[in-house]
């Protein structure tokens, strides 16, 4: 095939999405290069910034990605942001396609008096805290306060209420932030209650989740709920396994361990009330469950309770943000598509621009859903290939960045990041001791002779 028959795709994002369809990309039956850009000098997105620290055995899946990275065709373009060091308009120019796959970084709130209190926090920061994401690096968590309360019932609302249930020794030994570990040992917390909305069989989180906080020494697990499979025909497996989990978990009682997860369901935080600009306790009212299927919903009962708490973190979501010169589905913040072929906000399609992964469909399913979601838009980019390669091309955007004194990052540079993470981490009896802050992962990039 001659070079210029080659499809020059750009992704953007270097998490699960944008590796599965690069991988997809280069394995496919049309010769193509791909260029990963990356804002951060580091891959992998949630893959090493959102999987637990103890849930080492999902960040392997990073094998996989390695191999994609290792393909003939594929560059890594790391310590890049796309609207900041090259606009989407220079990449159009630089390349046939442009596949954004950049996830879902932002928290949701919840909308209620007193969330600006100390004491209250987003997951999506205390997960980039404990995980050492350098956005989140100089944020301070004050851990003070021997109840936790996590708002929402999602497997990332599971993954905060184990790191804050875990046994401190365990977690010295993960990849976890030097900061996290600190606060997490001078915190006196033994208690985290968890707190839905909506009623156990709707619970978003999946059994196995739940397990791996149960199956934790030292802590026990009470279920509050009535959890019966009376009235509840229509149940989806995943919601058939939580219960009959759940109902197990309350019959064997939480026993007398030193620490405790609490499921409270069909309840929603009104307010947080607080001391001195600190969370205090929280403002709860019961809900009732109105509707039937998928569209169940809580509907407030007008009882209203406070729980004391110091220490609320509200889990509800990750939100996608707009990239410079993109369309935006400000409502569901996802980049519009059909099927992944970007459209404007009237539903045109965007000649030469694709989406994959969260900020596509919205933040759902676990990481493996991403291989069919990439899958999918590539399959219609390659369908679109003769008017792809008709697009002509103008801009070297590698050349362009180096004109502008972008310190790119191969994929060759960032194995001496891993490296000296992964040696730091052994001289100090952990998986890997983390490079928080981009001028060091960039001095380990690039050492001086
Ligand atoms: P999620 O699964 O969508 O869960 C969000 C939770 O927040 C739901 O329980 C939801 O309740 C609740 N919620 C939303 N708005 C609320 C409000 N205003 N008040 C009270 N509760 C509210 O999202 P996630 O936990 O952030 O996870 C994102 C994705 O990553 C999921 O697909 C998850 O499975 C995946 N993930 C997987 C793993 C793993 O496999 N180990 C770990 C982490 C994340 P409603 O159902 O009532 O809306």
């Given at each position: 095939m001659a070079e210029a028959d080659r499809l020059k795709i750009a992704v953007v994002g270097s998490g699960p999405a944008g590796f599965y369809a690069a991988d997809a990309l280069l394995r496919g039956p049309v010769s193509s290069s791909v260029d990963l850009f990356e804002r951060l000098p580091v891959p992998f997105g949630l893959v090493r910034y959102?999987?637990?620290?103890?849930h080492q055995g999902i960040k392997r899946v990073q094998v996989a990605f390695e191999r994609t990275a290792a393909l003939p065709g594929f560059r890594f373009f790391g310590n890049v942001e796309v609207g900041r060091d090259v606009s989407v308009e220079e990449l159009l120019a630089g390349y046939h396609a442009v596949l954004f796959a950049t996830g879902a970084a932002l928290d949701r709130s919840l909308d209620i008096p007193g969330e600006e209190l100390s004491g209250s926090y987003a997951a999506t920061s205390f997960v980039g805290w404990y995980n050492g994401h350098p956005d989140f690096v100089d944020l301070k968590f004050s851990l003070a306060a021997e109840r936790a309360v996590v708002v929402g019932m999602g497997n990332v609302a599971l993954d905060v209420a184990r790191i804050l249930l875990h046994d401190r020794s365990e977690l010295a030994k993960t990849d976890i932030s030097d900061a996290a570990l600190a606060a997490l040992r001078a915190s006196p917390v033994r208690e985290v209650v968890l707190l839905g909305r909506r009623g156990p069989a709707q619970a978003a989180f999946d059994q196995g989740e739940l397990e791996a906080i149960a199956d934790l020494p030292g802590v026990g697990v009470e279920v509050d709920a009535d959890v019966s499979f009376a009235d509840e025909a229509d149940l989806l497996p995943a919601a058939r396994k939580n219960l009959a989990y759940l109902a197990r978990l309350k019959l064997a009682g939480p026993g007398s361990k030193p620490r405790l997860l609490k499921l409270r369901f069909l309840a929603s935080p009104v307010e947080l009330l607080g001391d001195n600009g600190r969370v205090r306790a929280l403002r709860i009212e019961d809900n009732r469950l109105v509707g039937a299927g998928p569209h169940i919903r809580a509907e407030p009962t007008g009882k209203v309770w406070e729980l004391q708490t110091g220490l609320v973190i509200r889990s509800v979501g990750y939100r996608g943000a707009a990239t410079p010169g993109l369309p935006f589905e400000a409502k569901r913040n996802v980049i519009p598509s059909s099927a992944g072929r970007v459209t404007n906000l009237a539903g045109e399609p965007q000649l030469g621009l694709y989406t994959a992964g969260w900020i596509k469909r919205g933040p759902s399913g676990l990481i493996g859903t991403n291989k069919a979601d990439s899958k999918e838009t590539v399959d219609l980019l390659l369908r679109d290939t003769e008017v792809l390669r008709g697009r002509a091309l103008r801009v070297d955007v590698a050349e362009l960045l180096a004109s502008r004194g972008v310190q790119l990052v191969s994929f060759a540079d960032y194995r001496k990041i891993d490296a000296a993470e992964k040696a730091r981490g052994e001289a100090r009896g952990k998986v890997r001791d983390k490079l928080e802050r981009i001028p060091d992962m960039l001095a380990a990039a690039f050492p001086k002779a």
């Open positions: 959102g999987v637990a620290p103890d």
